[in-house]
């Protein structure tokens, strides 16, 4: 269009913008932005939305959100749209909290959200995992009755699901008068995540029986249903049926669902038979399954040589070292182990540190493994004291074999109960009535220590403590877990 002299207007550059937004590439988005500026239609409010919207979806670290926010701040006039569209980016490179923040700021401005604004901030709240701003978010929409389409509903239904309360994320599906595939698809993925797999696969059914024709992300849903419900034959029954009755190749993503599920039933040598079978090459999260596996049921010089391979295929991947650690102590060589402590220390590599999120009066708190940033720091600390003491009159034991570090087992033990969940817990005890539920979540695997510990916790303090890890939903409840199993 240039070379030919046709030179473009206000209407032409929303279409170019959302073509760069496609492409991703944020060099060429800000050569596409200069052009704009250069034929001076920078001021236009639908090129500048769509500009926030352009920068939003470019890779590029977080380079492509910082400069969304950039031309958001500078916009003279904005709209709806506007504020939409960076709420909207914020949320797709997981600050749901900048999220949370700037829509509280354009409640303040007085600018009225529509349904794609709220899609926006319920997933921002279902990032958090912050299920009482949900909660509100709900009634704000009915307050200011803004339309209730299916995308929203949608959201409602997938917020509830992962903030904890799938009983209501059912309940509202229940209600709605049109479905789409996502509705089944929320619902079914709900119901995985808190291990109530037989639910998982009546709505499979149900589904089925309603004329809805299953797409591959269904099957992601339901087969990750059958692993952490053990049902191990009717998921390779599903599995073979995704090809066979509704020809959809299974991708990388089903083939993990089978090795979890396989490896969750202690089936590791049928586990590894099905990988090496493979049409296509496992990706390193299915060998990283493999090797919990091998760890949790025996199988450690297996384990070992797995990961081995994974560390000369992903020399620079730390998780993997973690892995190997976690092997040898399982061995007790523990010369190994510190072996690679060290081969991770030259590399400059770390373990990804864990963090804890709860909400609490509608304000969301952050805990890092020994943070001691919280105001209430001392307190929180002697009341991790406090349960300790009484966990191990309980008769609980510590999973010292998953420090790191070379020390000795007080020095171990020190070490886990300055875990992050342990930090929120005592945090949840100090600020929460006697008997009230406890809502944590994790943006790591819950370690096996911290698991055990929650159990006894919840039975010692008389708490329903549920925990959103990295996986799926924990239930604790006096004294037990609703997993099937953990390894």
């Not at 929120?424 to 600020?431: E, H």
Request: glycine fraction near 8%; proline fraction near 3%; charge should be neutral.
């Amino acid at each position: 269009m240039l070379e030919r002299k046709k030179l473009p207007n206000k209407f032409t550059y929303p279409f170019v913008l959302k073509a760069c937004a496609g492409i991703g590439d944020l060099n060429l988005g800000k050569s596409v932005h200069g052009s704009v500026m250069k034929f001076g239609f920078g001021d236009e409010v639908n090129v500048q939305n769509t500009l926030v919207h352009m920068y939003c979806c470019c890779r590029g670290g977080e380079g492509g959100i910082e400069f969304a926010r950039k031309v958001f701040d500078e916009m003279y006039k904005s709209d709806s749209v506007s504020w939409s569209a960076m709420i909207g980016g914020y949320v797709r490179v997981g600050r749901s909290s900048d999220a949370i923040n700037l829509f509280r700021e354009m409640q303040i401005k007085g600018v009225c959200p529509d349904e794609i604004t709220m899609v926006s901030v319920l997933s921002a709240c279902t990032g958090l995992g912050a299920l009482e701003l949900g909660k509100w978010v709900e009634s704000y929409v009915e307050k200011e009755r803004i339309q209730k389409n299916v995308e929203l509903s949608n959201a409602l239904i997938d917020m509830f699901a992962k903030c904890g309360d799938v009983d209501k994320a059912t309940n509202l599906f229940r209600s709605l008068r049109e479905r789409n595939i996502v509705s089944w698809t929320s619902v079914i993925g709900g119901l995985a995540m808190h291990g109530r797999g037989v639910e998982a696969v009546a709505v499979f059914e149900e589904m089925l029986r309603s004329g809805v024709t299953p797409d591959d992300v269904v099957f992601i849903g339901l087969l990750s249903a059958c692993s952490h419900s053990g049902l191990v034959d009717k998921g390779k029954r599903y599995f073979d049926s995704m090809r066979k009755d509704f020809g959809i190749v299974p991708k990388i993503e089903h083939y993990g669902c089978m090795v979890d599920m396989l490896c969750r039933a202690g089936l590791v040598k049928e586990a590894l038979e099905f990988v090496q079978e493979m049409p296509i090459d496992p990706n390193p999260v299915v060998w990283r399954t493999l090797i919990n596996a091998c760890r949790a049921h025996g199988e450690l010089k297996l384990g070992e040589k797995i990961t081995r391979q994974l560390i000369r295929n992903e020399p620079m991947h730390e998780s993997n070292y973690v892995l190997l650690s976690n092997i040898y102590a399982k061995m007790s060589d523990w010369e190994k182990k510190t072996r690679i402590r060290e081969a991770m220390d030259m590399k400059g590599m770390k373990k990804i540190p864990g963090s804890t999120m709860i909400e609490l009066d509608n304000e969301i708190y952050e805990f890092v493994a020994g943070d001691k940033s919280h105001a209430q720091s001392k307190e929180i600390y002697e009341m991790v004291d406090e349960m300790g003491k009484e966990m191990k009159r309980a008769g609980y034991i510590p999973t010292t074999t998953e420090v790191l570090l070379d020390i000795d087992d007080e020095d171990k033990e020190d070490t886990l109960n300055r875990h992050s969940e342990k930090l929120a817990i005592a945090f949840a005890l100090l600020n929460t009535p006697p008997g009230t539920l406890i809502r944590i979540v994790k943006n790591l695997r819950v370690c096996d220590d911290c698991h055990s510990a929650t159990k006894f916790i919840s039975k010692i303090y008389n708490r329903e403590i549920v925990v959103r890890d990295r996986n799926r939903f924990h239930h604790f409840k006096n004294g037990l877990c609703s997993c099937r199993d953990f390894w």
